[in-house]
């Protein structure tokens, strides 16, 4: 069974099935995997930092909310050993704007490994930049990752 996991979603499953995120941009796919268990967890994150905005209706599009909610659900079903992928954070528009600050994707995948390193998971794998779409497949009983970039194919992660 396909579990789809949208902008500002996370989702945890157990034993069966596959997570899967389309679309992401310059928003971050942030897959973590507990191998003893078989549980997975996807997020698809928009923005990097909640604390940039003074009010929003949904906490599960930054970064500084999503990750720790996704890890401490997977916690508290048991996950211990925990591991992390983390997808897309491209540059989306022409002319590859390149400002301080204004690159969401860079920031995006920065606050992201920060966040997991601050929890104590640690980053095992990435496919992260550039200038194209993906979409990831998490396989939840394998715990395999599969990434298809626009115009690129697919690749294990």
């Known amino acids: 069974m396909e579990y789809p996991v949208g902008i500002g979603e996370y989702r945890v499953v157990v034993a069966h099935g596959i ?3 389309r679309g992401l941009g310059s928003c971050v796919g942030v897959i973590v995997y507990d191998a ?3 549980m997975g967890g996807l997020a698809h994150i928009m923005l990097p930092n909640s604390r940039d905005f003074t009010s929003f209706t949904n906490p599960y599009k ?14 508290a079903r048991g996950a211990r050993l925990l591991r992390a992928r983390l997808v897309g954070g491209a540059r989306m528009f022409a002319n590859g704007v ?14 992201a ?3 997991l390193s601050s929890l104590a998971v640690p980053v ?7 200038s194209v779409g ?11 990752v599969m990434v298809r970039t626009v115009g ?3 690749k294990t992660l």
């Not at 930054?62 to 916690?75: G, Q, S």
């Not at 600050?101 to 995948?109: E, L, P, Q, V, Y």
């Not at 095992?124 to 550039?130: I, K, S």
């Open 134 to 144: 993906r979409t990831v497949l998490l396989y939840v009983t394998q715990g395999r």
């Open 124 to 130: 095992v794998a990435e496919d992260l930049g550039g």
């Open 98 to 111: 390149t400002r301080a600050g204004f690159d969401i994707g860079d920031r995006n995948a920065a606050q």
């Open 19 to 21: 997570l899967v995120t």
């Open 36 to 38: 003893d268990l078989r």
């Open 62 to 75: 930054f970064a500084d909310l999503a990750i720790p909610a996704i890890i401490a659900e997977m916690r």
């Open 152 to 154: 690129h194919g697919e």
């Open 113 to 115: 490994r920060q966040i």
